[in-house]
């Protein structure tokens, strides 16, 4: 008889695919889900689940988080692949080698960097494949405004060069640069559809906040799907839409109907976290959205910005630094049904925006746990998927079948849909996001009476509470709610060649 390396025992087992939703035991040898059933031989190590569910780890698309301790906090919410795909990196191959020679403790994965290609096309930025990069020149005019035809070869051909290295797919934070030639961004999803992957836009402004933009931030989304075929994948669509989400919505909403294969994600926070020099924060631009400089909080000082004079001020001395940025209050109940109704468009993913962690003196070695005191970030960070939790599949009490959306479709939203959206070209993504056997071990276990949210503006590194047990390809890195120091069993996740 074999034995198996793990048993979790008599736990609630989800599985959205195929619709398993059952008390039984899961066991797991090496790094793969071998047997589901009831009754299942012992293991070396048995974990008893009961009263706790027990279902795909979460994939996120969109986490900025990229050091061993921000990863950490987010495997304590349930999170067992993160990946950098809205703005992406570049060149890619430096991004995986150094967090695989460095180790990550849940999978990780990166897509070109549309932003980071144009600053290097067109203003001469070198690259390190680091965020940072990009934070560091994000209010450059230079990178922001027209590229000639020449610049604009160079950007293709080193997004096409990521991609040759295993690029998930291209990340383009339009947004940043309110003036690139929207036939440019045609250009680029045209080179996506080529290659066979997603695209994954932070929208240009829409037409009711920036009149004068050279396009509809929605529009170009979903023209850009029409005309060249590519999967274009809408983040945040909560944040880039605000109040105008039902346009939005309903734009999108067509365009898949019609054909165009559209994707959204949303997270379920009402402020938004960027550098304080992004193009749509300078002070003559923050009524466009209705905010005034104290809806900023600086990250690196904790301080709101008091004035016009002081946001000046920190995007010239600080353009990279970050700032939470207040839209929509979470506490209004008008506002808070705006947030759901993007989290609760059909088949949109939860997806984090996770942010790096600021310090606010040096930064710690990336390995010392517990956490520092100190660090500053978006609760998102820590807190979104327990979060989706407590607002799409619960009513106050337990997580289960109550809320707008429930519990096995808020699962499905937070796990096997986004692994389907990557699956053509990554194939990990066929193994991950699913509770069946010859699956990865990619596992998390919650109490569905306790799982919750605990970051907040004010204390934003806080975990999440009720995440029991996480599993990385068959390698415990939450136990019984806390991190194993010395795991680091994520892997790199990677488009297959063509
Ligand atoms: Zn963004």
């Known amino acids: 008889m074999t034995r198996h390396d793990i048993v979790l025992r008599g736990g609630r087992v989800i599985d959205p695919e195929t619709g398993l939703d059952a008390i039984c035991d899961v066991a797991i040898s090496g790094q793969g889900i071998t047997e589901i059933g009831t009754g299942l031989a012992p293991a070396l190590t048995e974990l008893d689940v009961a009263g706790h569910v027990v279902t795909a780890g979460f994939i996120d698309l969109h986490s900025h988080t990229?050091?061993?301790?921000?990863?950490?906090?987010?495997?304590?919410?349930?999170?067992?692949?993160?990946?950098?795909?809205?703005?992406?990196?570049?060149?890619?191959?430096?991004?995986?080698r150094q967090a695989g020679a460095e180790g990550r403790p849940v999978n990780y994965g990166f897509a070109t960097s549309w932003a980071l290609a144009r600053m290097e096309a067109v203003a001469g930025v070198k690259l390190?494949?680091?965020?940072?990069?990009?934070?560091?020149?994000?209010?450059?005019?230079?990178?922001?405004?027209?590229?000639?035809?020449?610049?604009?070869?160079?950007?293709?051909?080193?997004?096409?060069?990521?991609?040759?290295?295993?690029?998930?797919?291209i990340g383009v934070l339009i947004g940043y640069a309110p003036g690139t030639d929207p036939d440019e961004y045609l250009q680029v999803a045209a080179?996506?559809?080529?290659?066979?992957?997603?695209?994954?836009?932070?929208?240009?402004?829409?037409?009711?906040?920036?009149?004068a933009a050279l396009i509809d931030g929605a529009e170009e989304i979903v023209r850009a799907a029409g005309e060249t075929g590519a999967h274009m994948h809408y983040c945040h669509i909560n944040s880039t839409s605000l109040r105008h989400i039902d346009r939005v919505q309903d734009l999108v909403g067509r365009a898949q109907a019609a054909g165009s294969r559209i994707s959204t994600e949303a997270y379920p926070y009402g402020a938004g976290m960027t550098g304080i020099g992004a193009a749509f924060l300078a002070p003559e631009r923050l009524g466009?959205?209705?905010?005034?400089?104290?809806?900023?909080?600086?990250?690196?000082?904790?301080?709101?910005?008091?004035?016009?004079?002081?946001?000046?001020?920190?995007?010239?001395?600080?353009?990279?630094?970050?700032?939470?940025?207040?839209?929509?209050?979470?506490?209004?109940?008008?506002?808070?049904?705006?947030?759901?109704?993007?989290?609760t468009f059909p088949d949109a993913v939860i997806a984090s925006d996770a942010m790096p962690l600021t310090w606010p003196g040096p930064v710690p070695d990336q390995m010392t746990w517990p956490l520092p005191d100190g660090a500053f970030t978006h609760p998102r960070t820590a807190g979104t998927f327990a979060r989706a939790l407590r607002l799409l599949a619960?009513?106050?009490?337990?997580?289960?079948?109550?809320?707008?959306?429930?519990?096995?479709?808020?699962?499905?939203?937070?796990?096997?849909?986004?692994?389907?959206?990557?699956?053509?070209?990554?194939?990990?993504?066929?193994?991950?996001?699913?509770?069946?056997?010859?699956?990865?071990?990619?596992?998390?276990?919650?109490?569905?009476?306790?799982?919750?949210?605990?970051?907040?503006?004010?204390?934003s590194t806080r975990p999440s509470t009720g995440i029991r047990h996480v599993l990385v390809n068959g390698t415990v890195v939450v136990a019984e709610g806390e991190i194993v120091p010395g795991a680091l069993p994520g892997k790199p996740v990677r488009a297959a060649p063509r």
């Open 394 to 459: 619960s009513a106050g009490g337990p997580v289960g079948a109550a809320g707008p959306l429930g519990l096995t479709e808020t699962l499905r939203r937070s796990s096997l849909r986004p692994a389907q959206l990557l699956a053509d070209r990554v194939p990990a993504m066929r193994r991950k996001g699913r509770i069946q056997p010859g699956c990865d071990a990619d596992i998390v276990v919650f109490d569905p009476a306790t799982v919750r949210d605990q970051a907040t503006y004010q204390r």
């Open 191 to 211: 080179l996506a559809a080529e290659a066979g992957v997603p695209t994954f836009t932070h929208a240009r402004d829409l037409a009711e906040l920036a009149p």
């Open 66 to 96: 990229a050091d061993v301790a921000g990863l950490r906090l987010r495997a304590l919410d349930g999170v067992t692949t993160a990946l950098e795909l809205e703005a992406g990196v570049s060149p890619v191959a430096m991004a995986y």
């Open 128 to 169: 390190d494949g680091r965020l940072g990069t990009f934070l560091a020149n994000i209010a450059a005019p230079a990178w922001q405004g027209f590229a000639s035809p020449m610049e604009i070869g160079g950007i293709l051909s080193r997004l096409s060069a990521d991609l040759a290295d295993g690029a998930i797919g």
């Open 288 to 343: 466009e959205r209705d905010l005034l400089p104290t809806d900023l909080t600086y990250a690196p000082t904790g301080e709101q910005v008091a004035s016009e004079a002081r946001l000046r001020e920190l995007r010239a001395a600080d353009p990279g630094g970050l700032v939470i940025v207040r839209h929509l209050d979470q506490e209004n109940p008008a506002d808070l049904a705006v947030l759901l109704r993007s989290l």
